[in-house]
Every structure is written in C-alpha cells, then in structure tokens.
C-alpha cells in the first residue's frame, strides 16, 4: 500500500496539473494533540538578520571571519494566545543567526554553550576537516566552549548548521539549533537570479505543543517523531507578501522525521509550475520544471517561482505527502502563504532563469564496481543500524577506508523498519546514480546536481558516487531522520591518508577528538578581545585548507594516471598548479576582506606565516603551534583520548572517542 501511495503521489503529481482539493486528504480529522493554532497565515514569516564578522583577519591572502554563537535557552510566543514556549538556540534564536559567506572567505565561529545538554556543532554540507565536523562525541559540555573553522571553499551552496551531539541530535535541533548557512560566489551572482529580498530561505519543520502553549517532547518513539503543527523559521503557517514577480526560495528539510511534497497553489487549487535551480552542492547544469518537490530531511532545495500572473491574489505552499511511512495530520498538507502584492518595486534580477546555471559541475569519475554496501535497518529493541553495527560500538564502527582523494561507489539498501531513511553523509558531494527496488528511479532534480542527502523508501537502493578528499579523516554517515541518528542508525568512515602523495601535515585535523581541538571551560580570560584575536590568529595560521585546490588536484591526477606509486612524482609535479575550482572543487581562498566587518585586522606579521602556495610541486602547511594560546605542543598524531562524562539526562551509552 505504501507504494502505491508513493505513486500516486509522486506519479501523478510530477505529470498532469492536479488540484489540491481532489480526493480526501489522509490526514484529515487527525491531530497529535496540539492546541489549534488559530492564526493561519495571519503572522508574517520571520526573516532573521544575516551574521556579521566580529573579526576579519587577513593571513597570507587569505581572508578569515570571526564569528561568536552562544547557545542559550530563550521562550518565543508561538501561540498569541497561549503561555510561551521554551527554547534553546544558537544566539537565543530558532533558526539561529544566518551566515552568507562568499565563497572563498573562512571562518572561525566560536560556540559557548550555555544551554542544558552537551552540543556539538556540524556544518552540514561543507568539507570540514573532521577536528571541526561536530563529530558526535567530539562535546561542548555545558559551560564550555570550541572554535570551529570552516573552509567555505567549493561553490555557492544553501548549507546549515544544526547540532549533533551523541544521542540528543534529534532534541537539541527539536528545539532551536539548527540555522542556514549560505556560501555565495561571482559564478553565481552574474546569472541574474533574484536577489535581496527576492531570495528567501525558508526552513521547515514540524512540531507539536502543550496545552500551556509550550513545545512537547519529541522524545519516546524510536521510530519517528511527527508534529502536526508546521512551521517555516520557527512560526507555524506563516504568510509572506511578495511582489508579483519571481522569487528564489531556498528550502531546507530541518524536520526530525518529516519529509514534504510541496506544491504552489493558486486560489482555485491549481498547482503553478516552478523551476527548481539547485540543491545541497549548489546549482544545476540547468532549471528543472515541475510542479511539485519532494524534499527530506536534510535535503536542501532552491526553486524560483513566478507570482507575476497573481497580483492580487494569495498563493498556498502545500504539502501533498502520500507516503504509507509518513504521519499526515490535520493541517500538515499547509505549510504557508504567498500574499501577492500589485506592484514590483524592483524589476532587476527578474529575467527568465539562465538555460545553463553552472556548465563545471564536478561529477566525480565513473566507476560501476560498487565498493560498499550498506544495510540500514532496524534491529532488536527499537535500535536502527547500519549493516547491523551502531555508533556505540567503537571498536566495529568504521564501515569504510576509501583512500584519501578515490572515487567510490556506495550501495545505500532500506532493508527494514517502518520508516524512510534519508541518508547523510558527510564530507563528500555524492551523485546518485541508482534507485531501484521501489516504485521509483532517480528523481530529475535528484539527477541534476550533486548532493549530501539521499532519501530511501522502504525496498529501494540506491547508488551514489562519491570523491573522498581532498584531504584524510574520520566522518560520520548516518540516517537524517534525527530519531534514528539517536537510535543510533550512524557509523563512520576514514578517508585515509595517501602516503603517495608525500603531503606532510604538521597538525592532525584527521582525528575528531585530537585534544589540540577539544572544547574548554569558559573563563573569562579566554573571550577578553585580546584572547580572541591571538586564537583567531593561531588558527589562521594553521592554514588548515591552504593545500586543498593542490591536493584534489594531485589526487584527481593520481587516480587518472597512476597505476603504481611510482607515477607519482610525476602526477603531482604536472597538476599542483591546476586550481580545481568547481563542483566538489576546492578552491584556494582568495576572497577579499569584507566590508561589513567590524574590525580589520592584517596581521601577516604576527606568528609565523602560514605557506599556501600552490605553485611548488608539494603543498606544505606549516603550523604555528608555538603561537597558540591552546594547543599542547606534543600532540602531533593523537589517536582516541576519553571526554568528561555528559550532563545529568546524557545519553546513557559510553564512547571511547
Ligand atoms: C490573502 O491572505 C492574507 C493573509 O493571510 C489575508 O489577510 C487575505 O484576506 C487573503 N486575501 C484573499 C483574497 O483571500
Ligand atoms: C551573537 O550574539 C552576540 C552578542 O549579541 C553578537 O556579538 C554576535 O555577533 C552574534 N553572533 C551572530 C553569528 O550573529
Ligand atoms: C584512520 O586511518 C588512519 C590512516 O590514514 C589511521 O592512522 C587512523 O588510525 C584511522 N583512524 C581510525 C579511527 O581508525
Ligand atoms: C614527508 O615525510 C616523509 C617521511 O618522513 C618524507 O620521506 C617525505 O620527503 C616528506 N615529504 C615532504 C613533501 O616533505
Ligand atoms: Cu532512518
């Protein structure tokens, strides 16, 4: 049954106009329990500030931002009618503050934790080395607090960064931590998409209250969590007033367990088409027309849509799910309103969408030998697993060893439980190649563009390609619906080290739990300015992806022409200079120092600069450990170290990294 469903919805809706109101909705006249929300499209959809640097440091022509997050319990009205719910978000916000970083540009966000659990802090969607990858177990204790540094190297993209701590991944982004994160780029900006106020990122999510008006526990089913109030940035069925004109809106899936099938309505129920323009690595080759967009959790999407045949008029953003796994309830086939103005106030950047949107997308190299095969299913006990193994079994839990910078082609298998598993995994922009076993194949704007999140159906498997580099470490894979991360569908996978390219880092950043990087106390001593820039700075000077646009590149070459080491030398002399700037392409920072920062800092001449030349046959990073205000000199190559324990209410199970 669950797969006719899936067809109907998925078959029917692609192909012909249907209307919203055919057919009884399936989750009509049912409820989880939440008061009525009697404000439907009555409250306009918050649209937070973007971040600020607090400070920019220029390194070696590199550029790098400085941000500070604290994480912190804060209430929000969410019913006008009812008590306040109860939070906790990065900066006392939910989403958390919205970074737009240009391409190229790094950053340090440094993260306090003043909230009840333990935190740990995941880019989704950027290469991070893994030191700063929010690796489950790598914990800001409450009251403590860790520098992440960030590459924004590859091209522009909708990313986000949500919390992933051990065991209350799903509670923590439940309530407040998740935010968007967009890295932008020249590439880009010359199409003429719709910009400023035409852009719009709207993240999803579902959730239920208390009668007090306060937000109920998403915790107590290990299966799934489904809310029947739905929200975009926090408020539940929100309004937006438009222009009559086109606008791009970026979609993230932010949702523990829920996936949606949206779907533009005009007043008459007629579904409008819309062009979808990206996804989770950035922009397609071209648009894809549809009329509807099925999007899990995780997922990012970015569609532009034309409101000029509607001034006047108010368009629905409606969730048309007809999953057999998937609770629909009441209201959860609404998600918000588009109030059509009658006037365009700025008709620049309104132009049909590009046919080409990005010609140099990096599709990783074809290769039809499948490397792994992962079974993700649910034992005994409610535990999901991958290929029967879960995170807490740290001796077994690494499921993979591609060689840094290899190509590798992975089975993804939904091999039981009643549920969707959309899975995420880190560090690497994958192709889907395959979806076979259900009712459908690759959907077309699952085709175009390369992704971080693909979502499996009950029966399918699905294939993914996927380039694992530029540089060594250990990551994450795991399923995005958040209950079964907990539960503890994720293990993890090491890129390791390609002894034949001759690269020699100073500083581990391969280890997730290499102490030099670990959370500390707060004290006041380590957030007086001084002490913030002179860590900022020692950072910096790690130069930490200075080498990465030399090393794909001599990796790309490796793996084309080397069929032993000793083609090597030869590999590596012939490429380092070629910048590998597109798709997965780790480019060399080059971006300029931002205007809006606060405060300029060039300091070329403070600590020992950091090489980041390309030019030379062999990359080199020299680290300026001498200079840090908190590394331990002796830590070159540290293998797995023990935490402090969590808070009271932590996940009991134990890690040993
Ligand atoms: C359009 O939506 C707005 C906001 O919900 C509402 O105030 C208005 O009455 C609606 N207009 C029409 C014509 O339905
Ligand atoms: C978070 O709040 C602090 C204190 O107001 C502010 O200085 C900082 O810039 C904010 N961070 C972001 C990313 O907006
Ligand atoms: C990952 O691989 C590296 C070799 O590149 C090895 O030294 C390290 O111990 C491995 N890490 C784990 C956790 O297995
Ligand atoms: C890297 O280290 C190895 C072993 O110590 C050495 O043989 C090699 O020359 C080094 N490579 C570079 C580029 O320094
Ligand atoms: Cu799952």
């Not at 849509?305 to 969730?319: C, E, P, R």
Request: proline share 6%; glycine share 8%.
């Amino acid at each position: 049954m669950a797969f006719a469903l899936n067809l109907l919805a998925l078959g029917l809706a692609a192909f012909s106009q249907v209307s919203a109101q055919q057919g009884p909705w399936r989750g009509a006249g049912q409820s989880a329990g939440s008061p009525a929300y009697n404000y439907m499209f009555q409250m306009p959809l918050p649209i937070g500030p973007v971040a600020e640097p607090e400070l920019t440091v220029n390194v070696n022509g590199r550029t790098v931002q400085y941000y500070s997050v604290t994480i912190e319990p804060f209430t929000q009205q969410v019913y006008p009618n009812l008590g306040p719910a109860h939070l906790t978000g990065y900066n006392g916000t939910a989403p958390g503050p919205t970074f737009k970083i240009p391409r190229g540009t790094e950053t340090i966000i440094r993260y306090l934790n003043r909230g009840e659990l333990s935190a740990a802090v995941h880019l989704h969607g950027s290469y991070t080395h893994s030191v700063w990858d929010g690796w489950a177990s790598d914990e800001m204790q409450v009251g403590q607090w860790k520098d992440y540094y960030y590459p924004n190297s590859e091209t522009a993209r909708p990313i986000w960064y949500h919390d992933h701590a051990d065991g209350h991944t799903a509670t923590d982004a439940y309530y407040g931590q998740a935010g968007v994160y967009i890295i932008t780029d020249s590439a880009e900006d010359a199409l003429g998409l719709p910009s400023g106020d035409y852009d719009v990122a709207l993240a999803l999510s579902d959730k239920r209250y208390q009668s007090n008006g306060d937000l109920a526990s998403p915790n107590g089913n290990p299966i799934n969590f489904f809310g029947d109030v739905i929200h975009v940035n926090d408020q539940p069925w929100p309004y937006l007033a438009v222009e009559p004109r086109k606008y791009r809106l970026r979609f993230f899936d932010m949702s523990l367990s829920r996936p949606y099938d949206l779907y533009f309505a005009d007043p008459s129920g007629n579904w409008i088409p819309f062009q979808v323009i990206g996804s989770d690595s950035g922009l397609f080759g071209a648009p894809v027309s549809t009329n509807n967009l099925l999007i899990a959790m995780g997922e990012r999407y970015e569609v532009v849509v034309d409101f000029s045949s509607y001034a006047g008029k108010n368009i629905t953003l409606g969730n048309n799910l007809q999953q057999g796994q998937i609770q629909e309830y009441d209201n959860t086939n609404k998600v918000m309103r588009f109030v059509v103005g009658n006037r365009v106030s700025d008709s620049s950047n309104n132009g049909a969408v590009p046919s080409v949107l990005n010609a140099n997308i990096e599709w990783p190299t074809p290769r039809t030998t499948v490397d792994h095969t992962f079974n993700f299913q649910m034992g005994g006990d409610s535990v999901w697993t991958i290929n029967g193994i879960d995170f807490s079994n740290v001796n077994n839990r690494i499921l993979a060893k591609p060689q840094q910078g290899s190509t590798q082609l992975w089975e993804l298998r939904h091999t039981g439980g009643p549920a969707v598993h959309p899975v995420h995994v880190h560090l690497v922009n994958m192709q889907i190649i395959s979806r076979t076993g259900g009712s459908r194949g690759v959907l077309p704007y699952e085709a175009a563009g390369l992704k971080d999140v693909v979502l499996l159906e009950p029966g399918e498997v699905v294939r993914v390609l996927a380039f694992f580099g530029p540089e060594n470490g250990v990551y994450m894979f795991h399923c995005h619906n958040l209950i079964h991360e907990d539960n503890t569908m994720m293990d993890a996978f090491n890129v390791t080290y390609l002894q034949a390219l001759g690269y020699n880092q100073t500083t581990d950043f391969a280890d997730p739990m290499n102490p030099q990087f670990a959370a500390q106390d707060y004290s006041d001593a380590a957030f007086a300015p001084a002490a913030v820039s002179s860590a900022v700075v020692s950072l910096a000077n790690l130069g930490a992806y200075s080498a990465f646009s030399a090393l794909a590149a001599a990796e790309t070459a490796y793996y084309a022409t080397a069929q032993s080491t000793n083609a090597m030398a030869t590999a590596v002399a012939s490429t380092t200079a070629a910048i590998v700037s597109s798709g997965y392409g780790f480019a060399t920072s080059t971006a300029t120092a931002s205007t809006a920062a606060s405060q300029v800092v060039t300091l070329s001449t403070v600590g020992k600069a950091v090489s980041n030349t390309v030019s030379t046959s062999t990359p080199s990073v020299t680290s300026t450990t001498s200079t840090s205000s908190k590394t331990s000199s002796t830590s070159s190559k540290t293998t797995t170290t023990t935490r402090p324990g969590g808070p009271p209410g932590h996940h009991p199970r134990m890690f040993q990294a």
